[in-house]
């Protein structure tokens, strides 16, 4: 059973710059494909993006392509979201998860283990 934590959350101007970190433990990070989702208030959690379990694939929604890229290095346990050119619509809390599935899934109930979540403000 894998336990993950977020950290790298803040508040932020538009167009600027942050890196999301998900710490993982209490099982093997690198049988897990990775995933990052996001909840504005008042909405439901979308999905963001996702990596496989070797790194060597991802999968983007399309409102962050080309702004977000999801990475992991399996040596520290750890799948970062690094948030470019970031916009006030990118404001939400953002949950990493993780799921047995070989491949990356963007799918909530696909995923069987969640952080608590790290809040990204963006102000205009």
């Known amino acids: 059973q894998a336990q993950l934590v977020e950290s790298g959350g803040g508040l932020v101007q538009a167009g600027g710059s942050l890196r999301l970190s998900c710490a993982a433990s209490g099982s093997t990070f690198s049988s897990y494909s990775m995933g990052w989702f996001r909840q504005a208030p008042g909405k439901e959690r979308e999905f963001v993006a996702a990596?496989?379990?070797?790194?060597?694939?991802?999968w983007y929604v399309d409102s962050v392509k080309g702004r977000f890229t999801i990475s992991r290095d399996n040596s520290k346990n750890s799948v970062y979201l690094q948030l470019n050119s970031l916009k006030p619509e990118d404001t939400a809390v953002y949950y990493c998860?993780?799921?047995?599935?070989?491949?990356?899934?963007?799918?909530?109930?696909?995923?069987?283990?969640w952080g608590q979540g790290t809040q990204v403000t963006v102000s205009s």
């Open positions: 998860a993780a799921t047995g599935s070989i491949v990356p899934l963007s799918r909530m109930y696909d995923y069987q283990f």
């Open positions: 990596v496989s379990r070797s790194g060597s694939s991802t």
